[in-house]
């Protein structure tokens, strides 16, 4: 059931009178609270009136005052005029002529924090306010219309977003509510010249101190009518946008004036007081003739012109037009006595959201320069144009206040120091450019002798004005030059009067965005290898993907040459792919990924490369301006511009991996940072092999220049240690080559023993691993008498598939490079691989290490002498250790007898048509086929491919 309550704003309760006598029905409430948001039209936009009278005020600079100069009255000896130099908008200047807050804060626009101009939206402001709302019953209800809670203080509960103090007002359920809200400055001492009457939410009284001008408030005013919400939209705000109501008042002095000194400034008799109607948003009952003075003791020198009055001494006063008798009165010294100079201000038009400077001057006729003023959002990109140049132009456009472009395109041109237009330039309707405080004036730049196509009629903001030109234009694909560049930053900007009112400032503003593109660098590794061989282990017959509508079992090269190749767009090796994690063991245990990167235990100096994206933008036809060490373009704002490398190039970006592009979307008048990185995932792509116990085909994926190495094995029984070749050698897309990895030699691996028979060596490394000879186990041992180490086998890389390697002894040139295999063990440790020489076996014989010429065989290794006989004064009858595989295979000497074992002679290796090639011998250090470094090679044969990726 509906009760009946009064409103009290004192005891800051929901009920109230809407009069003295009257009481109201209270509709039903809800539980959800009324919440605002807060903000300030900028200082253009009236207060007054209707919206499309509003519209229309806009549209004037000052259609206040058409009279011309007030004539002034002085014993100067010369005549003064006082210009009334008026525009729409509530402004205020600090002693640096910039535009500020009626306290002194610089004005920013709330997006790029750019000081604001008219082309700007909104005051960012936080002063505090004041909220009244009205009840209007819905249809049915026995709830009556009236006032719902008197004016009452918000406060900010979060993300600017404000309540009522008490934080007890919601919503009703039925029905809606207009709210109106008032916002000041100046303190308690502002707050207090605003009274309003309890139960009426509607009306301020505004009494302007004649005694303390500082902290007259800059009064705005919103309303927000036939708000209501439902359950779902309790939590939407109420949006209080605020207008300026008030008339601001300031005072200058043209660079033409006599020199001397203004002591103060006093106008008389103007009404100090009225009545502001937040619903019909009109000023009434204007009344109390009222003095204000301001002391000033501002030099006027006659060469500039000065602002005598800034924005804490700006007069805040009553919208009105001004009663017979009101006057201006100025005391100036002109350096011997003190003068008044009088004006009559009868019939002064001040308009609610105006500002009116008024300017004394020695002149009847009033000019205003131009001032450019260019725009600072872009300041932080170094290098980039900062400020007009010599020779730069501006195109300008001057509307009446009957909206009608009286003047079009008229070129201003800077000269270094300032701007000038030509005073004679004649628009279609015959006049000369004027400087008038009637007039509006839009600028663009770069000035283009065919005019644009403007809209006069919306002509509220150089934006608009300007509308069309904006959204057509478009920025060059190709700003690789800084001419090119600097073109397509198209600026607009209007006219605001500054505080002497000598020049109208036209802070101009980007229209596009700007992008800035740093070339990135990361670490990466220097190899990526994939590992070929092993792979036909049970335990990794299922690694495969899909790359291109095939599948891949097992060597995922294949599919990775498939992205490699431009097939697919994406990387098919990632950390937690099947070949980065799958492994298989090689014949000596160690155990391998299918796919590693060279710094897999982290990021080495001799493991990684730091790579920088490519400067070569060619990806698309979007060029960018190369200024220092970044890139730059001038983009179509909130509109996507991509950039990438050309494809193919070393450190090349966006091609292979669309991530990495560089897609710039900036909104307008700013600018936005954005880092290329390379696609590359690391340096040089490898194909590595170990012993398969058979030949393997490599096809090279695309033309270059490949590095080949190779890895002899070990020989048997801990033997002598592989050698190293390595050269480069060019090959074209789809060319083979062919790679046969030696096996390590194997040792006695037997247990048992029977006497007086012979217990077989270890055999020989795939690929010329000369076989371990045999031991001879006499009776009088209790222990086995083992066989010889087998030889390990060479590593070779050929052009044609012959086989191992001994089967090219009449085709020799088809080598490319051979690795020597280690020699087998006995007491004496086999001889080293080669190297151009292998390393020799020396017990009490010795075992020779093979040559480039000489040897056991081509290819081959010679089998250790199998024994037959018991040495009888030392232990002797262990086999031989067989010679290493190689170019020639190593010697094992055959000899038995008293101390007759010895390991086997190292095979030598060998460099054919290669380029840059070298072959180390086992006794060295060289590269490891895992990354680092080794002396000599353990375990099997390796070789590996690789060419630089790109």
Known sequence: MNTKFTIALAAMALMAS??????????????????????????????????????????????????????????????????????????????????????????????????????????????????????????????????????????????????????TKTWPTTGSLDFYAYMYNGGDQGKAMITTTAGDPTTLHYKASSSDITHQPDLRVAQAKGQTRTATQASTVVPLTFNHVLTAITFAASNDMVPGTVKSVTIKGVYGEGDYNCSTLAWSGQK????????????????????????????????????????????????????????????????????????????????????????????????????????????????????????????????????????????????????????????YYPY?????????????????????????????ADQSSESTFNAQDLQVGQGVINGSATSFDASMAHSMGLAQITL??????????????????????????????????????????????????????????????????????????????????????????????????????????????????????????????KDGIANGWGNRFTDNRVTANVTANSLSSYTAHSDSAFIFLAAAYSCAGKVEEFQAPVQGTYKLEVWGAQGGSNGGKGGYSFGNISSFQGKNIYVCCGGAGKSDAGTGYTANTQNPGGEGGYNGGGNGGKGWQAPRFNYRIVGGGGGGGCTDIAIINRGELYRYENNKSDILLVAGGGGGSMFSDGGYGGGTSGGASVYIYTSDGATQTTGYKFGIGQQGMDKTIDGYAGASGEGNGGGGGGWYGGLSKQVQGNRSNVGGGGGSGHVGDVTDGQTLAGNTAFPSPDGGTETGHAGNGWAKISWQYQ
């Open 18 to 167: 809407c009069s003295e006598t009257e009481e109201l029905v209270s509709p039903a409430l809800s539980g959800n609270k009324i919440t605002f948001s807060s903000e300030t039209v900028n200082a253009w936009q009236s207060g007054e009136g209707s919206a499309s009278a509003k519209a229309t005020a806009t549209r004037a600079v000052n259609r206040i005052n058409d009279g011309g100069p007030l004539v002034a009255q002085s014993s100067i000896g010369r005549q003064l005029y006082i210009h009334p130099v008026g525009q729409v908008g509530v402004y205020f200047h600090n002693a640096k002529d910039q535009l500020v807050t009626r306290t002194g804060q610089l004005i920013a626009d709330a997006t790029n924090d750019h000081v604001l101009t008219r082309g700007s939206k909104s005051e960012r402001v936080s002063d505090p306010f004041l909220v009244s709302a009205y009840y209007n019953t819905a249809t049915g209800s026995s709830a009556q219309s009236g006032t719902f809670f008197d004016f009452a203080a918000a406060n900010s509960i979060a993300n600017g977003k404000y309540r009522i103090a008490d934080d």
């Open 448 to 476: 283009n002798a065919t005019a644009p196509t403007v809209a006069p009629a919306a002509s509220t903001n150089a934006n608009a004005f300007f509308a069309n030109k904006i959204s057509s234009w478009k920025p060059t």
């Open 520 to 645: 990135g660098t990361k670490t990466i590794p220097l190899t990526r290898t994939f590992y070929m061989t092993g792979l036909n282990a049970s335990n990794n017959s299922a690694i495969t993907t899909t790359a291109g509508g095939k599948t891949y079992a097992s060597k995922g090269i294949a599919a990775y040459m498939q992205y490699y190749q431009g097939q697919m767009k994406s990387d098919p090796i990632t950390a937690t792919s099947a070949y980065k994690t799958a492994t298989y063991t090689d014949a000596d245990g160690v155990t391998h990924n299918l796919v590693e990167d060279s710094n897999k235990s982290g990021n080495t100096a001799a493991n990684s490369r730091s790579v920088t994206a490519a400067a070569n933008f060619e990806g698309t036809s979007n060029r960018p301006c190369p200024i220092g060490d970044k890139y730059y373009a001038v983009v179509k704002p909130s509109a996507a511009t991509t950039f990438y490398s």
């Open 288 to 443: 109390t003739a009222s003095n204000y003075s301001i002391t000033t003791n501002v030099d006027v020198n006659g060469i500039n012109g000065v602002a005598l009055t800034t924005g804490s001494n700006t007069l805040m006063m009553v919208p009105q037009t001004c009663p017979a008798g009101a006057t201006l009165e100025i005391v100036f010294n002109n350096g011997s006595n003190d003068q008044t100079i009088t004006a009559s201000l009868a019939d002064q038009q001040w308009t609610a959201g105006s500002s009116i400077i008024y300017q004394l001057s020695t002149s009847k006729t009033l000019k205003l320069s131009v001032k450019a003023v260019y725009p600072t959002t872009w300041k932080s990109a170094s290098g980039v144009k900062a400020a007009y140049v010599n020779d730069d132009k501006l195109g300008m456009y001057v509307v009446d206040q009957a909206n009608t472009v009286i003047h079009a395109n008229v070129p201003v041109t800077y000269n270094g120091s300032a701007w000038t237009y030509a005073d004679n330039t004649v628009s279609d309707k015959g006049k000369h450019v004027q400087a008038s405080p009637k007039y509006q004036y839009f600028f």
